[in-house]
């Protein structure tokens, strides 16, 4: 069974980098698959935010390609995100996701994060 | 980016009601449709992909249709563990966009 989950802070500073890693299990990184981020605001639907590949290639949505990285770490068998410059507007659930030919098969239970002084 | 909106927004119906909610695209994305279901607290559950096909798990109860712009979810006989915001998203070209959801709560 594959499984994702989310790490990292809950609070970020404004002006700050906000910075989440996605351990995988039961599937390797290199496989045949897309790596994904998606984020819930409170209220609102949901955004995706990037993917990876396992040859480094990637996707951003281009609302946050210019404040997002998304990379991985093959030895690890995890994937991380960094989002710099937040703001309130970047408060979310933030989820991880296996991104299969056919969909965002799996996902992580989502962690929350507050951009807040 | 293609823009993908869903009516609904929000429903109330009552277990054994047959619900339909619609999603449509601002732009052709052929089959490349999916649709999760999300409930509150939980990691979404993929449901759908390619606009029709039944991910591995789901329950029969649950069908989709439609190819180009307009696509539907159906829920036949609508169970207490469906209660929950539907979301389509459209895996035809990046970047992905997920409509803005539809809650289906108890009536």
């Known amino acids: 069974q594959v499984q994702l989950q989310e790490s990292g802070p809950g609070l970020v500073k404004p002006s700050g980098t906000l910075s989440l890693t996605c351990v995988v299990s039961g599937d390797s990184i290199s496989s045949a698959n897309w790596w994904t981020w998606v984020r819930r605001p409170p209220g609102k639907g949901l955004e995706w935010i990037g993917e990876?590949?396992?040859?480094?290639?990637?996707y951003y949505n281009p609302s946050l390609k210019s404040r997002v990285t998304i990379s991985l770490d093959t030895s690890k068998n995890q994937f991380s995100l960094n989002l710099n410059s937040v703001t309130a507007a970047d408060t979310a659930v933030y989820y991880c996701a296996r991104s299969a030919a056919v969909g965002f098969d799996y996902w992580g239970q989502g962690t929350l994060v507050i951009v807040s002084s | 980016d293609i823009q993908m909106t869903q009516s609904p927004s929000s429903l109330s119906a009552s277990v054994g009601d047959r619900v339909t909610i619609t999603c449509r695209a601002s732009?052709?994305?052929?089959?490349?449709l999916n649709w999760y279901q999300h409930q509150a607290g939980k990691a979404p559950k993929f449901l759908i992909y390619a606009a029709s096909t039944l991910q591995d798990g789901v329950p029969s109860r649950f069908s989709g249709s439609g190819s180009g712009t307009d696509f539907t979810l159906t829920i036949s006989s609508l169970q207490p563990e469906d209660f929950a915001t539907y979301y389509c998203q459209q895996s035809y070209s990046h970047p992905y966009t997920f409509g803005p959801g539809t809650k289906v709560d108890i009536k």
């Open positions: 990876i590949y396992h040859s480094g290639r990637t």
């Open positions: 732009q052709s994305i052929s089959s490349y």
